[in-house]
């Protein structure tokens, strides 16, 4: 699997993820500067955790317009796959790659503990993960409590796009989610830190078939015959234009 972590001012996640994807077995990510205006030819986008320009004005909401989003949604339109864990779910949302928002923790504090999560479906993300199964991985957020209006929650209930969803919730969001993907499903965003859960050294290795997952879909091809449906799907408004 060929793929590249985006980093930001602030990013501070960009290592763990590369690490874990070369456990999970892909190839070594490349590092793009949040200023490039192209991104390499690659399966996988990560957007990493951390405080991207310092959460200035919100979470995600100044890396949303950085140069580099553009080519991340046109990779998206195409097809390719994106994962934005933590703050890269908030950025995510702000470049409105996925629908709603993060909001800040229900009591206002940070939270940083592992949490139960199931997973709700079988995704490109999470095939290697049985559906319903319980796995338990690291938080560090405080702007974590996923909001949304009642006709997107139901939306997403109603099409499966739930990915994750907190046994033990640590934040307030609504219907306890954890992760959503995108309408197409090649957009995957949650809060907990599966790259901190890859070996056994980090206390446990249940975030490690999430990248697995993505090995595996990408070695198997099974894109090829999506990418026309895929490229409809997401054919709305999906250029982010820096200001």
């Not at 793929?3 to 602030?10: Q, R």
């Not at 986008?45 to 950085?66: E, K, M, N």
């Not at 974590?144 to 934040?171: C, I, K, M, S, W």
């Not at 990418?227 to 820096?242: F, Q």
Request: hydrophobic share 40%.
């Amino acid at each position: 699997m060929r793929s590249v972590v985006v980093v930001f001012p602030g990013s501070n996640r960009e290592a763990d993820a590369a690490r874990a994807i070369r456990i999970a077995g892909g190839a070594a990510p490349a590092m793009v500067w949040h200023r490039e205006t192209t991104l390499p030819d690659v399966d996988l986008v990560v957007v990493p955790g951390g405080f991207a320009h310092g959460d200035y004005l919100r979470p995600g909401a100044i890396a949303a317009r950085s140069p580099v989003m553009r080519a991340v949604a046109d990779h998206a339109a195409r097809g390719g796959h994106v994962l934005g864990v933590c703050n890269g779910f908030q950025v995510l949302t702000e470049a409105r790659l996925l629908p709603g928002t993060l909001m800040r923790n229900a009591g206002l504090t940070f939270v940083c503990r592992p949490v139960r999560i199931r997973v709700e479906a079988r995704t490109a993300f999470t095939s290697a993960y049985s559906r319903g199964a319980t796995v338990r991985l690291p938080t560090a957020h405080h702007d974590g409590n996923y909001r949304a209006d009642e006709e997107t929650l139901a939306r997403l209930e109603g099409e499966g796009r739930v990915v994750l969803r907190y046994l033990d919730n640590p934040n307030g969001s609504a219907n306890d989610i954890a992760g959503i993907t995108n309408e197409a499903g090649n957009v995957l965003g949650l809060m907990p830190h599966p790259e901190d859960a890859v070996e056994a050294l980090h206390g446990s290795t249940d975030g490690l078939a999430l990248f697995q997952s993505m090995v595996a879909h990408a070695q198997s091809g099974a894109d090829a015959g999506r990418r026309p449906l895929l490229e409809r799907l997401l054919k709305r408004d999906v250029t982010v234009r820096p200001p």
